[in-house]
């Protein structure tokens, strides 16, 4: 039968009982595995057919049930959906390159038609017949593969794999607000702030600064610097200023936040 409309609170019912056991609406695994579970049946601790064929990595049935709910499950209602919602979201930059037919509708896809596909093929709708011809990007279930094509479908999954781990993940980074004090109002400033902003780190980037009035004709400096966090250490860069002995008394961290 399928999914059914997912704007009515059945198709979400249904969407939800889904994904109760599954991490996806239909994976994709290694073809000698799908095969194995096809022509033996073997259902045990060491394979099972529905955890391997709905939790390996998603595919097109995915994509287009993502689609079609236009915004994330309520995680009061529907928290299995809500989570498979918001792993899925995670793969949108790869949506074109994941296996599968992006033709297809979402309601090919779900109770019956998906299951009985991946236990037993021969009870499968005949129009999935068609439909196993545009999603057999990994080979046939039923016939033997050579070892060349085996290797290359290998090849292709493993640089799938390696392109999804090599995404750099934006660097940590914090702006902080620092107090340098010099020794006395007869005390250089813009000598000072020369030869603070001429350290130079990797991951450190110099704002603008300001002198702010202590008292008794004294003035500080205060300077805002971009810091990436895994890089630079505070206290490294405190010491480096503060070695300027002849101009700096010492210095505080008057803020920080997180960017």
Avoid: C
């Avoid at 236009?70 to 918001?86: N, T």
């Avoid at 010099?182 to 130079?200: C, F, G, V």
């Avoid at 890089?231 to 405190?238: A, E, G, I, R, T």
């Amino acid at each position: 039968m399928g999914f059914t409309d997912f704007m009515t609170d059945a198709g979400m019912k249904m969407l939800e009982s889904w994904l109760t056991t599954r991490s996806y609406i239909v994976g994709f695994i290694p073809s000698p595995l799908r095969r194995r579970v096809a022509t033996t049946g073997e259902i045990n601790a060491d394979y099972n057919p529905l955890f391997f064929l709905h939790s390996y990595a998603p595919s097109q049935a995915d994509v287009k049930s993502f689609e079609t709910l236009k915004a994330a499950p309520a995680v009061e209602h529907y928290p299995h959906a809500w989570r498979w919602y918001k792993h899925i979201a995670s793969y949108q930059s790869d949506f074109s390159s994941l296996p599968g037919d992006p033709s297809k509708s979402y309601q090919t896809y779900g109770p019956e038609i998906t299951e009985a596909a991946a236990t037993n093929p021969s009870k499968a709708p005949a129009k999935v017949e068609d439909e196993e011809e545009d999603d057999d990007l990994f080979g046939s279930d039923e016939e033997e593969e050579d070892a060349e094509t085996v290797k290359q479908r290998e090849a292709n999954l493993a640089a799938y794999k390696a392109k999804k781990s090599l995404k750099e993940k934006p660097a940590a980074k914090s702006i902080v607000t620092l107090d340098v004090k010099p020794w006395d109002d007869e005390t250089d400033m813009k000598e000072l702030e020369a030869n603070l902003r001429a350290i130079s780190m990797d991951g450190l980037v110099w704002g603008g600064g300001k002198l702010v009035p202590v008292g008794f004709g004294i003035k500080k400096l205060q300077v805002n610097v971009v810091i990436e966090d895994d890089k630079v250490s505070l206290d490294d860069l405190q010491a480096q200023i503060e070695s300027d002995e002849d101009h700096v008394q010492s210095t505080d961290v008057a803020a920080m936040q997180k960017l």
